[in-house]
Structure formats: C-alpha cells, structure tokens
C-alpha cells in the first residue's frame, strides 16, 4: 500500500522556467511534509518541509503548497537551472510515526539549458 | 565537519556471505535509520533506532540485522537470509525520532551480490 505516490516517474523543463513536482498522500494522520534532493549516487538532502498548520512555505526559489482536503502537495522550483537535475523524493510523516519517514518513488528533473 | 559517514563506498559480496554496512554519525543525534533504494522506487525503511541499545523493525527488515551499541554508530548487517540483497543502502539520523526533524543523510553504500 503505497501512502505517498509521486505518480510522474520524470519532468523535462527548459532553463529559467518553472518546475512543479507533485506528490499525493493517502493517510490523514500525516502532518509534516518534506522534500529532499538526490544526486546520483549519493544521500538525499534536505530540501523544503511544511507543516499541515500551513498551505505554503517558500525558502527562495523553492515554494512548497500543501492542500489538505485534496491530500495533496507539490514543489515549485523557479526559476528552474541545470543544476536543480536531480531526483526529488516526498516525504511523510505524522506524531503516531516516531519520527519515520514514508518515501514517495521519486520524480527525476531534468533541467535542460 | 559533522556529518554522516558510510562505508565501503561499493560492497561486492558472493551468494550466501553476511556483510555489514557502516554508518557513523558525529552530528550527537539520538535517532539513526537504515534504508535501501532500488530503481523506481522511494527509499524504503529497513531499521530504526531512536535510543542506544534499542532498535525497531521498519518495512523491510527481513533478512536483515542491526545493533546499537553506541550513540554514533548504527551498522547495518546484510545476512544470507535476504533474497535481494543488491540495491543502494542508506543510513540517515535525526535529532530526535519522535520530533518532526529532518533527517540527514550519508553517501550511501552500493552492494552488489555476485
């Protein structure tokens, strides 16, 4: 049972536009949310968290919307640049989860120049 | 610098050999993870432990074994038992396990089972 689908397996955008990435949720008791940043062969990073007190949150050119009743959330990069390419994994979580995070599959952008 | 360190970096290992993967973290968080990566997939959790010397099966923790002795270090034990054991291998911490923090990651080790 798949709890957080990022349905896109990948996005193609041109240099200088924007970038949405969405993902869906299925479980009501998650209410923090995250977006992390994977480079081939290495660790994902921290990107962009919200609260589900919140519908936004923006830290420069990465914005993060979160609508609840629709379960659903997504990551706005813009303007988009070459070096955004990475895979972008959402994240899950709620207070019965001790912490554990629950992965969507992952959406690879490609930012072309 | 504090961070997360794995290693080896790539693991090769013949059918039937248990192997274990090192995670060490100097950044003083109390909670650590494992998790594995195949293509196509999200990471899926394998263990977690928000204490020392206590640890809890994730999704996937058949095959698989863990001990933590010690604050800054959670090695992750692949045994003989887990049918699939190639894929990417992840080990994250966090400041707490119960608080919503973010969880920072090491590099990764690849094992491949020849």
């Known amino acids: 049972d798949q709890q957080v689908k990022q349905n896109s397996p990948s996005l193609s955008v041109q240099e200088g536009r924007i970038s949405i990435l969405n993902c869906d949720y299925t479980?009501?008791?998650?209410?923090?949310f995250l977006w992390y940043k994977k480079y081939p062969a290495e660790g994902p990073t921290f990107l962009i968290s919200?609260?589900?007190?919140?519908d936004k949150n923006e830290d420069g050119r990465f914005t993060v919307f979160l609508n609840k009743s629709a379960k659903h959330l997504s990551l706005h990069i813009v303007p988009s640049q070459p070096g955004d390419s990475a895979v972008y994994f959402c994240?899950?979580?709620?207070?019965?989860?001790?912490?554990?995070?629950?992965f969507g599959q992952g959406t690879t952008l490609q930012v072309k120049p | 610098d504090g961070g997360i360190t794995q290693s080896p970096k790539y693991l090769f290992r013949k059918e039937g050999q248990n192997v274990t993967l090192s995670c060490e973290q100097n950044?003083?968080?109390?909670?650590m993870y494992w998790y594995r990566q195949d293509p196509g997939q999200g990471l899926r959790l394998i263990y977690y432990?928000?204490?020392?010397?206590?640890?809890q099966k994730g999704d996937i923790a058949e095959g698989y074994s863990v001990s933590r002795e010690k604050k800054e270090s959670f090695p992750l034990t692949v045994t003989s038992a887990q049918k699939n054991p190639t894929a990417f291998y992840l080990c994250?911490?966090?400041?707490?396990?119960?608080?919503?923090?973010?969880?920072?990651f090491g590099p990764g080790t690849r094992l491949t089972v020849l």
């Open positions: 994250a911490s966090s400041r707490q396990g119960g608080s919503y923090n973010e969880q920072f």
């Open positions: 479980n009501s008791m998650f209410d923090y």
């Open positions: 919200i609260s589900s007190i919140k």
């Open positions: 994240a899950a979580t709620g207070s019965g989860n001790t912490g554990k995070l629950i």
């Open positions: 950044l003083n968080h109390d909670a």
């Open positions: 432990s928000q204490i020392v010397n206590d640890f």
